[in-house]
T-cell receptor
């Protein structure tokens, strides 16, 4: 299994809603990433988890709250988002942080905030 | 200035043509990634290479670490190859993050 699975594929939410994005991998990877991608732009790093611990937070607003409950699962909890947060949210994983291991991406969750 | 530069930004080709996309980087790296993204879709890792050349089907990637340059070639291009191709270089020491190029949008016409 060489997949990173993200759910849901599409999400529409209002600014007062609370929702979550989910990312799952069963490759035994211990580094997992959240990226945000706006249209026609490269992905921007949001968070990095290493061995289920938050390693990097790229100054992301607190309305985005990551969680890594176990080594296979990464969540992104969303609350009080703004319309400008509408984007494609990509999850990725790799074997570990160090070295040059290949990065595996999910298909993304396309978020629309009304 | 982006530390990873790609050219061209846009590329239109006829089916069957040989395609080359170039990537130059100014950071010191040990490996470079080539990624593919179809419209509205997720990202697929095509290659990760640190020297020489790698081939997968009709795709070939080369890298020259001394010249800080890499190329992605597509032989016998097909409309299904239409996508954005992104090169990315790791940075930040052990944190494993990538600097992304701005991508090359390839459109292959039948």
């Amino acid at each position: 299994d060489t997949e990173v699975t993200q759910t849901p594929k599409h999400l529409v939410m209002g600014m007062t809603n609370k929702k979550s994005l989910k990312c799952e991998q069963h490759m035994g990877h211990r580094a997992m990433y959240w990226y945000k991608q706006k249209a026609k732009k490269p992905p921007e790093l949001m968070f990095v988890y290493s061995y289920e611990k938050l390693s990097i937070n790229e100054s992301v607003p607190s309305r985005f709250s990551p969680e890594c409950p176990n080594s296979s699962l990464l969540n992104l909890h969303l609350h009080a988002l703004q319309p400008e947060d509408s984007a494609l949210y990509l999850c990725a994983s790799r074997r570990g942080l160090a070295g040059t291991g290949e990065l595996f991406f999910g298909e993304g969750s396309r978020l629309t905030v009304l | 200035k982006n530390e990873v530069e790609q050219s061209p930004q846009n590329l239109t080709a006829q089916e069957g043509e040989f395609i080359t996309i170039n990537c130059s980087y100014s950071v010191g790296i040990s490996a470079l990634h080539w990624l593919q993204q179809h419209p509205g879709g997720g990202i697929v890792s095509l290659f990760m290479l640190s020297s020489g050349k790698k081939k997968h089907g009709r795709l070939i990637a080369t890298i020259n670490i001394q010249e800080k340059h890499s190329s992605l070639h597509i032989t016998a291009s097909h409309p299904r190859d239409s996508a954005v191709y992104i090169c990315a270089a790791p940075y930040g020491g052990s944190q494993g993050n990538l600097i992304f190029g701005k991508g090359t949008k390839l459109s292959v016409k039948p």
